[in-house]
């Protein structure tokens, strides 16, 4: 067994994807053997050292990497379906989860094609270049919240830099990951160049992340896990992209157009059922505008249109697991216990459309101090927190009074004023009179405990890259001994 990996018990043999919206089974896939794992990681040199791939000229890897992108949209219906079933999120969230899946294979195409070698000014009788190459065997470990964009976003950029990949999905929504697969296997991608492993993050991930023939790894996950994974890839000086958790601030100030502010600080938490590491979970608003915002996002919260995501009228559909809705609900009794007041929801609906799905209610709690449990843990669910700010001081001790530091919103009619709190706060991505906007092409990542590296972007290809300095010498005269 590898080092870091807790033994599997039977119960860990088979994965099952559950509906969290009806509680039935979507589809199983049988977890991959501890035993196999080395299997996996020596098929993966084999295809590193043996495939064309690592060679393959620029455009013609491009070509690939376009045609993985069409056959991605071409399946697009049954992709998002699929999806839907397995992590519970609305049709139309799925629809444009596979569409953002096809523009990371069709962004890394462009990229990989015109990436250009750094020629660097001499300072001697040479030619100073520096290259970009792959590591060699690269393992992305995902989570259940956006399965198949998530995949995309870190398989494109690690097989555009030339790696092999082992991809290993939550054990939450493991059904995606074999049809990117057998979709990049289709378009031309070599053989043992993308693999699949399913299982638990205890055993299969921790298996991946001590082995030894496993060059870089690249997790978005929780905290916790990722400082774990820190530490044993720190031991054998592996590489690590760390993509983490978050306690997003949302920022009203009074100068805001508060309708448009309003809307964005309920879908920036309600959106995705909460589920994303960017959700603005904590509301601050200035103290003159604080009862008349927070009334109103309540008021939203209570209007939200809680459905089976396929139903077409959905804004909110389930968790994506029923262990998951109740960890939410067990976050929201903790922080009831320490004084707060719920606003709008804070429990799990019942009746007959629900009863048998893992379903939150969208919740708007105040009442609790920044450093409350609810207002420093992720929940990971449509939870918000209010909390008053007086003035740019208090707010920016409040919004960075956690060990997150992944994104934040700010709304304000003064540009000097939102430029002046978005250079200040420790975030990775700042909306400002906006919330949640991303793009395979702009860089994202976190400061503090929200990770290490950036993904995405040209430097996203970088990440899984080895820079190495080439020197090509000039000179037709003996070099001296003493120089």
Known sequence: MPLGARAMTPADAEIISIDPADGSIVGTVEATPLSAIDAVVARAWEAFRTSPWRAMLPQRKAQVMQEIARRIAAEADRLATLQMRDSGKPLAECRAMVDSAAGSFRYY????????????????????????????????ITPWNSPIMNEASKVAPALAAGNAVILKPSED????????????????????????????GETVGA??????????????????TGRAIGKVAGERLATVALELGGKSPHIVFADADLDLAVAAVAAGIFGSAGQSCVAGSRLFAEESVYRQVVDAVAARARAVRVRHPADPQVEVGPLCSFHHRDKVAAHVARGLAQGGTVLAGGAIPTGADYDAGAYYLPTVIEGLGPDALLCQEEIFGPVLVALPFADEADLIAKADGTAFGLACGIWSESFRRAWRIGRTLEAGSVWINTYKQSHISSPFGGFKASGIGREKGIDGLRLYGQVKSIFLGLSDQPMSIAR
């Open 173 to 200: 929504t493991p059904l995606l990951a074999p049809e990117l697969a057998r979709i990049c296997l289709e378009a031309g991608l070599p053989e043992g160049q993308l693999q699949v492993v399913q299982g638990r």
């Open 207 to 224: 298996a991946l992340v001590a082995h030894p023939g496993v060059r870089m790894i690249s997790f978005t996950g929780g905290t916790q």
């Open 109 to 140: 195409a462009g990229v990989v094609e015109t990436m250009e070698t750094e020629v660097h000014p001499a300072r001697g009788a040479y030619v100073a270049m520096t290259v970009v190459e792959p590591f060699g065997v690269v393992a992305c």
